[in-house]
């Protein structure tokens, strides 16, 4: 097949959504089939680092992604764009293939989460009034787009069950999975230090960036209470994408040995960040699926976590003792004491147990088992079969 992807961000894989891009994208390659992206490099060339820009520009992304769809609607089969990214009704792009919807986290989801924060820490820095404006409008702006492209697209693909049960809409739609590239597994895991020298280092680990959703306003309980009954725990966040003295502000802890912040990090550098960690949190208030979750999985690291829809998806057969109700930080921080206190032959085999679940994930069966669904409703969509109803 020929697939073009969308998305509104640029091309680098550092940025989660844009990285479950670029490795199915790979994917889909090496078995074979043809595929193209569009980003925001490529509609916006000139570099900015400003973040008013870059949201303007995102705002006038599916305009000139529109433009280049309609320029070249025969040279695809399929286009697999991140919601939101093309809103608009398919006649108007001249394409017969399959318009595919893909969300990387429902965008209804973030926006409920946005509300529940809002009241449940209304003390949070708002910014000045004319940045508030400018934020609620561009945010506004992108749930009508995400809203209109549900509305327009052929097949939506989701990346966890509970998406799907919320669907409000008609239309056909799939879940799928992100995943792991064999390669980049195996060196997850052959960079892990011995069980004895993780259960000894007593580390806790997060991957993310440092923003509310993520737990950010959790993270200073879960500290007092882990050491409180373990005070030689450590504490290791990784890709926050801030500086260190806002971490510690909100964690209201002064500058100390225990606490290692690496704000950011390229990609190859993290099995060795990750070698020594005994295990993980990730305390998600609102997740699509986790991919920082699934790596530290990978690398044998038991990983407690939030019972968001997509922590959910990927503990729930084989490690759900590993979900706690979201926002509940007593029995998050219980399940960690619990892990860095067990004995070497219970976490050997708690470490089994997530490699074995990580396995699951990898690009190459997710890659096929897309295509194939994709070929279904292109066949569909061209006529090629009835109608098909329902959800697959």
Known sequence: MRILTIVDLPWDARLGATRIFMELSQAWETAGHQVWHYCLDDAFPAATSSPPISAWRRLRFPGRAGAFVRNNAARFDVIDCLVGTLPVAKYRLNFDGLLVARSIGSHRLYRNFEKMARERWPDQPRGKLSGRIFYTIFQQ???????????????????????????????????????????????????????????????????????????????????????????????????????????????????????????????????????????????????????????????????????????????????????????????????????LSADLASYRKVIEQCIEVAGRFLWPTI???TTRLYETHLARVRGGISELSGHD
């Open 367 to 369: 890659a096929k088992e």
């Open 141 to 339: 702006q992108l749930f009508r787009n995400s809203e209109k492209a549900l509305q327009n697209c052929d097949l939506v693909n989701l990346p966890n069950e509970y998406e799907l049960e919320c669907l409000e809409s008609k239309k056909p739609a799939i879940v799928q999975p992100y995943g792991l590239t064999e390669e980049w597994r195996r060196t997850l895991v052959e960079a892990a230090a011995s069980p004895e020298t993780r259960l000894l280092r007593q580390e806790v680990s997060f991957i993310g960036m440092w923003s509310t959703r993520k737990g950010a306003r959790d993270w200073g309980e879960i500290i007092q209470r882990v050491r409180g009954v373990l005070p030689g725990a450590r504490f290791k966040f990784l890709g926050t994408l801030t500086d260190n003295e806002r971490v510690l502000h909100d964690l209201n802890i002064p500058p100390c040995d225990w606490i290692e912040m690496v704000p950011e990090y390229q990609p190859d550098e993290l099995p060795k960040l990750l070698s020594d960690s005994t295990v993980g949190a990730f305390p998600s208030y609102a997740e699509g699926f986790g991919l920082g979750l699934l790596e530290q999985l990978a690398a044998g690291i038991p990983t407690v976590s939030y019972d968001a829809p997509g922590p959910r998806f990927i503990l729930q057969d084989g490690l759900s003792d590993l979900l706690v109700p979201i926002g509940n930080v007593e029995q998050l921080s219980a399940a960690l004491i619990q892990i």
